[in-house]
Each structure stands twice: as C-alpha cells, then as structure tokens.
C-alpha cells in the first residue's frame, strides 16, 4: 500500500498594524502563496505582538480584519492554509508564559527589534516589547513548524526561537520541533524609498513604502520620487547605489529577472523610464490582489467562516503541544 507522506509544515505571521507594505509582500506574503501546496501551512495575523505598541481598539479591529482580507487576496486559500487570529488561539500566550521561564534578560536585551522599538516608544518600554521574541518563539513551536517564511529583519528572532526550543528540548527532551527560516532569495529586505539604508517599514512616514493598497498612480508617484542618486547609472551596487538598488531588487523580485538583465535593459536609458518600469512591474503585480481585496473585504459572511475555521484548526494543533509542554513540565491536568 503506497504510504502518505506527511507534509512538512510550515508558520509564519503577520502583526495587523498600519498598512502592510511592498516589504511584508515581498519579504514574506508571496512566499506564503508559493509554499502552499508543498508545506501544510498556518498563516496568523499576529494581533497580540501589535499591542506591544498601544493601538486604538476601533483601528486594531479594521487592521486585523483588513490584514485577513490582504492574506486571502494575494491567493491564500483557506482550505489549504490556516488563516486565524493568534489572540484567538489562547495557547500562545499560555505558551509565551512559560518559555519566557526559559529565557534569560541578557538574550532579549540584545534583540535589535527591542532596541529599535524602545528608542521610538520611549515612553512606553513595556514588559511585552522586551518578551515580544518570546511570544513569536511560542508562535512557532507551538505547531512544531519545521520551516518559518519571514524577511531579513525577524532572522535575529528565529534564532532565539531555536535557541529556546534547544534549551528546552535539552532539559525535558524531544518536546519541539527546531524550526529553519525561509527567505526570498531576492527582495528579504526591501528598503525604504526615501532612506534606502533602512528597511522599508509601515510605521514610518507614507512616502517611504508602497502599501500593498495603495492605487496605481500613488505607487508610481513613490517611485518617481524615490530617493537615487545622480549618475544615472542602472547597476546593481548596494554599498555605493542603495536606492538603485533597492529599486532594482524589487523588479527582479517581482520579475524574476537578474540583475544583469535589468541593468542590460535599463542601463543608458535614465532613472525616468527606469522608475516607470519598476512603477508598472509593482502595479503589474498588486493591482489583481487589490481587485481581489475590494470583493473579499465586502464579503463578512466569508470572513467570518474563515476566520471560525481556522481558529478551530489552528486551536486542535495547538492543543496536542500543549498537553505535551504541559506533562514535561510537571503542570495540571494530571491523571490522578
Ligand atoms: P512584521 O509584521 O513586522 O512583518 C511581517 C513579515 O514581513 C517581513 N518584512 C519585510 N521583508 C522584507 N523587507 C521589508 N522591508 C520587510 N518588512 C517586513 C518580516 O520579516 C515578516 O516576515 N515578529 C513578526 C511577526 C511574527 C512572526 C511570528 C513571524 C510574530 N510571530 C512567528 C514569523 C513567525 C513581525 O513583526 O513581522
């Protein structure tokens, strides 16, 4: 009898703040798409690591629900994946609890993301910014993923994650699978149009990301006015050119051509006809998702049912590592 091979499975999340940008597509959203029928897949809008920030109710509750609608317009399909709110799924924060007994001050206080985030919420440095890498090590090894999709920026909280995980496993034994990451092999960190030495990010000012709902024409309105230099040369050199080269990582992502092919078309004609062609290969690219996004949003009854289901789904999962976790651990509910 031929045997089912179990599918590798894989987690990643998406916090439900501001508007998703060009990055979060590139950087991890379309990898989503691409690994679904390969992989057995939970997509989460990650709603607890948004309050590490304070967020107002009535905005949280349209950004989670808009981030729902972006996952399943850029072709997430429900059936396949399980697309579910973290805050629904209680065993995160159940989870995040006790592998933050597993973590030490000095581990977390390296975390680039913390020191970036307290600098610009110095007035609320909360307990939850600090543990926030531990709730995300929760997210993961909570479904034993052995692969998790993510850009650049969230490499440093993988390997925390698997750090835990190791500790863990190395006290209690086998309890979780230690997962890998997945990055685009293009575009794992789009930067920002105005400062292309930073990574493009949806908390800053608008003129510095593409949001994936932005209309055509404010899309190319960013690129013409994205930051460049003045040798009007198409080459991709990111120490010296980073804006040119920012631009150009974007059109190979979303293109699939090289480098040397972009710079071999491109290269002579100027950074206008250069930038409108970025500019029609992000339209190209995001206007079907937004077609897709105006029905699904409208459309609650179906938002609900996905949002049920995979809440169920998701919670089944969750449910068996944490009988596990708990049994290792000493803690209720015993068999008396
Ligand atoms: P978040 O919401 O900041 O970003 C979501 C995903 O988009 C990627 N990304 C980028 N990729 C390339 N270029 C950029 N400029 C760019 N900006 C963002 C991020 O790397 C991420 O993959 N902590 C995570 C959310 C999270 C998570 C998890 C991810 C919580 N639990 C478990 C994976 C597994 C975050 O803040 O992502």
């Known amino acids: 009898m031929e045997q089912q091979v179990q599918k590798k499975r894989i987690f990643s999340g998406i916090q439900p703040t501001g508007n998703l940008t060009l990055g979060n597509y590139i950087g991890a959203l379309r990898n989503f798409g691409l690994l679904q029928d390969e992989y057995d897949c939970l997509y989460s809008i990650v709603d607890l ?14 950004a989670c629900l808009r981030t729902m609608s ?5 072709g997430l399909d429900p059936e396949k ?8 799924v209680p065993a995160h924060a159940e989870l995040g609890w006790l592998l933050d007994c597993y973590t030490y001050m000095g581990e977390l206080s390296r975390m680039t993301q913390f020191k970036d985030k307290s600098a610009k919420h110095a007035d609320n440095i909360n307990c939850g910014l600090f543990a926030y890498p531990v709730l995300m090590a929760a997210d993961i090894l909570l479904y034993q993923a052995d692969l998790v999709p993510i850009g650049a920026d969230q490499k440093q909280h ?5 750090d ?14 230690i997962p890998e990451g997945y990055f685009p092999k293009v575009g794992a960190r789009v930067m920002s149009l105005q400062e292309p030495t930073r990574k493009m990010s949806k908390s800053d000012p608008e003129d510095t990301y593409i949001a994936i709902l932005d209309k055509p024409d404010v899309i190319r309105k960013k690129i013409r006015r994205a930051v460049t230099d003045c040798d009007n040369t198409v080459v991709f050199d990111p120490e010296n050119k980073p804006g040119v080269a920012n631009l150009m990582s974007i059109m190979s992502a979303l293109s699939g051509r090289t480098m040397d092919e972009i710079s071999a078309d491109y290269n002579g004609l100027g950074y206008g006809k250069f930038k409108d062609a970025v500019a029609d290969c992000v339209i190209a690219t995001l206007e079907p998702i937004q077609a897709e996004y105006e029905r699904i949003s409208a459309d609650k009854a179906y938002l609900q049912q996905v949002m ?10 969750a449910h068996k590592t944490m009988l596990k976790v708990r049994k290792k651990l000493g803690i209720a509910p015993w068999k008396l």
């Open 49 to 62: 690591h948004a309050l590490t920030v304070r967020q107002n109710p009535t905005e949280l509750r349209k």
């Open 70 to 74: 972006i996952f399943l317009a850029s």
């Open 81 to 88: 994946n399980i697309i579910y709110f973290q805050s629904q």
């Open 158 to 162: 993988l390997e925390l994650c698997r």
């Open 164 to 177: 835990v995980a190791e500790r863990f496993n190395g006290i209690y034994g086998d309890v979780f699978t």
């Open 308 to 317: 049920d289901s995979g809440r169920e789904r998701a919670s089944a999962i």
